[in-house]
């Protein structure tokens, strides 16, 4: 239930129009911002604090997470009190029975969520997507904008035959019901994907879907009035994905709704002028495509104890990281898969992701700690040993659990991140929270736009930081009622000490289901975090209310 009435008061209001910032009040009543109230249930001082909308996360993989947290920790904590889910063409629905070790093992490749995680939390009580919503509605803290993966709908209609060939004119018009369906029950719009690969290495069913169910697909979607239609490109070639940019643009027009392209990286160089090209000459046509954009640098974490993208391609060690985790030591530690390991982990020279560039992080054992700080490049050439041999050394000391890092590699460069932020053909997203929690927590990207491009570096203002994460993405997402402070919206709002707001080191908790362990960047300069008219978060923690809304 809603409180009937708040005032906030005398504090510095960016209302995320982009507007200059005012000293006022803000009234709310029932949920909704209104133009005043008189004796207000409840009067918050935010006297030299920022009073602004809640932030919009457009690409997390919170799906499962929402199944026994419905509070997306700890994205409330930074502020953000709407999260988009089902990116990268998959969703928890639609699902038959005989479905869920499908989607349980690309979300284990596709997303590095564990089975067992699955296993303890996630109840498969439901099959259509509407039965989903109807799961997690009432359990949230956060407002939910649910997107129906393409892969996921695809392997609903045809089974296996969904990762061979295309579909026929009749499963598309079965595809369309579920997204029509889909769409009349809440859904946000609709997710696929270029690259992503499944469990044993084959594209994904989305990979398979010609133009005409694409755009079908859209037009379904499209006819409930809005809609978005979201994509991972084909980033390994730059090419494929200038070309995925050019069919974007071709199911906007045909559909007449926007598109969202993830992620679009701060590299500088020619490689982001043509894609920053690309998109400007589909907004010149008349379609409505987007780059997606994090802040931060793509700093990613690898432990052989959990689970890491950056093994994907050393095959043999991907198949004893597919173990279990109690089987993996004695994998790890026979003589002859050693010598095939070794033999594997060729440094791949210029790759942006190249495993030689990691640095080591946090230890357990006496004998790794002379290592921490120093690189596996370094140590290998100090030591004369193969890089894979230097990670195996490392980890088995550690009983696996060793941390090696790579920091200051990908999307670093700040002054075309800046400019990706900025620009009006792109969004400010692309956080993956809720994924790879083993490696990297992507909730905090809000916190780290306010404290160092704000106000370290100054070189976004915070009336456009906030409209970044607010009227940008709510006018261009479809989720009509939020994203401003003006009167009739939705009352989610964040209250702030612009000063002060600012990002913690990473810490690896023991917190998840199935005994899963996971990175999480907490927060300190949130005063208080409302959703709908209530206060879910607070300098003082969490409240009991859940008054989040499926948007």
Not at 115 to 123: I, L, S, Y
Not at 348 to 361: D, H, P, Y
Not at 438 to 452: A, N
């Amino acid at each position: 239930m809603y409180m009937s009435s708040i005032l906030v008061k005398n504090g510095t209001v960016v209302d995320g129009t982009g507007s200059p910032s005012s000293r006022r009040d803000v009234a709310i009543s029932n949920g909704k911002i209104v133009d005043a109230v008189t004796n207000p249930d409840r009067v918050i001082d935010a006297t030299d604090r920022v009073v602004s909308p809640g932030f919009i996360d457009i690409h997390t993989h919170f799906d499962p997470q929402l199944c026994w947290d419905g509070l997306a920790t700890p994205s409330l904590e930074h502020g953000v009190t709407t999260v988009v889910i089902g990116n990268c063409s998959l969703s928890l629905a639609p699902v038959k029975p005989e479905g869920t070790a499908k989607l349980i093992s690309m979300f284990q490749v596709i997303e590095d969520i564990k089975k067992p995680t699955f296993d303890a939390a996630v109840p498969w009580s439901w099959e259509t997507f509407p039965e989903y919503l109807d799961f997690i509605r009432g359990k949230l803290g956060v407002n939910v904008g649910a997107l129906i993966g393409h892969s996921a709908v695809r392997f609903y209609v045809m089974g296996k035959e969904s990762q061979e060939r295309a579909a026929t004119s009749g499963e598309i018009d079965a595809m369309c019901s579920i997204v029509d369906e889909a769409m009349a029950a809440g859904a946000l719009g609709i997710s696929s994907s270029y690259l992503d690969m499944d469990e044993e290495m084959r594209p994904v069913p989305s990979r398979f879907a010609e133009i005409d169910e694409k755009v079908a697909l859209a037009q379904a979607m499209a006819a409930h009035g809005r809609g978005i239609w979201q994509v991972v490109p084909y980033i390994v070639d730059p090419e494929q994905a200038l070309g995925n940019i050019k069919e974007l643009g071709d199911i906007s027009l045909a559909a007449g709704i926007p598109c969202s392209y993830q992620p679009l990286l701060g590299s500088g160089g020619r490689g982001l002028d043509n894609q920053i090209n690309a998109l400007t000459e589909q907004h010149a046509r008349g379609a409505k495509v987007y780059g997606q954009t994090m802040p931060r640098t793509f700093d990613m974490n690898m432990r052989l104890s959990e689970t890491s993208m950056l093994l994907y391609g050393y095959p043999s060690w991907k198949a004893i990281m597919d173990l279990p985790a109690d089987e993996r030591m004695s994998e790890f530690s026979d003589v002859k898969t050693r010598q095939r390991l070794v033999k594997e982990m060729v440094p791949r020279e210029g790759g942006f992701l190249s495993i030689a560039q990691m640095s080591v992080g946090d230890v357990y054992s006496e004998e790794n700690k002379p290592y921490q700080g120093r690189t596996l490049a370094e140590i290998s050439k100090t030591e004369d040993k193969a890089i894979g041999e230097v990670v195996l050394d490392l980890s088995l000391r550690d009983n696996l659990d060793t941390e090696f890092k790579l920091e200051g590699v990908v999307n670093a460069d700040q002054e075309a991140v800046v400019r990706l932020i900025d620009s009006p053909v792109c969004h400010f997203g692309a956080s993956d929270a809720g994924a790879h929690i083993t490696q990297f927590c992507g909730t905090g990207d809000t916190t780290y736009l306010l404290s160092h491009f704000v106000r370290e570096s100054g070189s976004i203002s915070l009336e456009r930081g906030v409209q970044c994460m607010t009227s940008e993405l709510a006018r261009d997402w479809g989720i009509r009622d939020r994203g401003t402070l003006t009167s009739g919206q939705a009352a989610d709002v964040v209250i702030f000490d612009a000063e002060r707001v600012k990002i913690t080191k990473e810490e690896f908790v023991d917190d998840f289901p199935g005994e899963a362990r996971r990175y999480v960047r907490r927060a300190s300069g949130f005063d208080h975090v409302l959703v709908n008219g209530e206060v879910v978060y607070s300098a003082e923690g969490y409240s009991d209310a859940r008054p989040g809304e499926i948007v």
